[in-house]
C-alpha cells in the first residue's frame, strides 16, 4: 500500500501522525499508526489510526476500505504480540451521539480486564 499523504492540518489526529502532539506509540507503517490512549479504560488501551485522514466508518469506501482491511491486519498481529489471547475489544465510535470526540476514523483496542454488555 502506498503511503497516505491526505490531511487535515486542524485535526488532532493527524497532527499526531505527523509528530506535532506527542504520543506514546505502539506501531507505525505507512498506512497507519497506533498508540496509547491518554485516558484509558482498560489496563490494555490503544488506538490505531490510518494515517490518512478519514474522517469515521461512516466515511469508508471503496477508495480507502482497503486500509480498514489493513489496520485489522495490525490489530491481529499486535494482539498476538501483546499477549491478548483471553480476548479484547475493538470498537470505533461514529459522530457524536456515539461518542466520537475525533473526527478522525480510530479504533479503540481495550484489554486485560472483564468487557461489560451492553457498552456505554
Known sequence: MPEMTKRDPDCLFCKIVAGEIPSSKVYEDDVCYAFKDIDPQAPVHFL???KEHIK???AVDGSNSAVVGHIFEVIAKLSAELGLGDGF?????????AGQSVPHLHFHVL???DMTWPPG
Do not use: D, F, H, T
Open 48 to 50: 490505531v489510526v490510518p
Open 56 to 58: 469515521s466508518c461512516a
Open 89 to 97: 475489544r475493538v470498537v470505533s465510535n461514529v459522530g457524536e451521539q
Open 111 to 113: 484489554s486485560g480486564r
